[in-house]
T-cell receptor, first 115, second 111 residues
Framework: DQQVKQNSPSLSVQEGRISILNCDYTNSMFDYFLWYKKYPAEGPTFLISISSIKDKNEDGRFTVFLNKSAKHLSLHIVPSQPGDSAVYFC??????????????FGRGTQLTVWP | DVKVTQSSRYLVKRTGEKVFLECVQD?????MFWYRQDPGLGLRLIYFSYDVKMKEKGDIPEGYSVSREKKERFSLILESASTNQTSMYLC??????????FGNGTRLTVT
């Protein structure tokens, strides 16, 4: 069963506006969350992460929000740019301190930013 | 900068063939992973390894095996390729303290 869920397979946003990508999880043991971006014919690249001890992490145009009680996180991109068009994967880890590094991924959301 | 190199970008193989997908990382990472990516299914973990000669099954290991003879190299083996193994295969590595770093993937087509 999918432990990390991205229920929107696609999102279309106009350039300059905010993009909000959502992610839900079911495993209460998850304590570290990441977002990856993937362009066609390339591997996913790390974008931003958040620990369960925080509820917000910001890096430039990208902000991730975590609501532990709702088991929900979201990625905000402001302002959106055409180069942000990609598939975004939400991922979670059970033990940030582990040397294992195993991640559980959602199915991805295709973001399209149009001019 | 971490570099994860997958030996082939595109492969076409016939049903029943034995297929080797090679992955090499240059950052002395202990942990290496093989995922496959399929439309609408996201990234699914096939196998992973946290040390030389060690391997662990992921969520979809059936039809695959792996080999880790050296720390920098992690090979995925399709013992007898089938059409349902047509997919994008992604190798990744980490030292456990940094996010997974992925290679550019191998697009495998089994006909």
């Amino acid at each position: 069963d999918q432990q990390v869920k991205q229920n929107s397979p696609s999102l279309s946003v106009q350039e300059g506006r905010i993009s909000i990508l959502n992610c839900d999880y079911t495993n209460s043991m998850f304590d570290y969350f990441l977002w990856y971006k993937k362009y066609p014919a390339e591997g996913p690249t790390f974008l931003i992460s958040i620990s369960s001890i925080k509820d917000k992490n910001e890096d430039g145009r990208f902000t991730v929000f975590l609501n532990k009680s709702a088991k929900h996180l979201s990625l905000h991109i402001v302002p959106s740019q055409p180069g942000d068009s990609a598939v975004y994967f939400c991922a979670a880890s059970e033990d940030r301190g582990s040397t294992l590094g195993r991640l559980y991924f959602g199915r991805g959301t295709q973001l399209t930013v149009w001019p | 900068d971490v570099k994860v190199t997958q030996s082939s970008r595109y492969l076409v193989k016939r049903t029943g063939e034995k297929v080797f997908l090679e992955c090499v990382q240059d950052m002395d990472h202990e942990n290496m992973f093989w995922y496959r990516q399929d439309p609408g299914l996201g990234l699914r973990l096939i196998y992973f390894s946290y040390d030389v000669k060690m391997k662990e099954k992921g969520d979809i290991p059936e039809g695959y095996s792996v080999s880790r003879e050296k720390k920098e190299r992690f090979s995925l083996i399709l013992e007898s390729a089938s059409t349902n193994q047509t997919s994008m295969y992604l190798c990744a590595s980490t030292d456990g303290n940094s996010p997974l770093h992925f290679g550019n993937g191998t697009r495998l087509t089994v006909t």
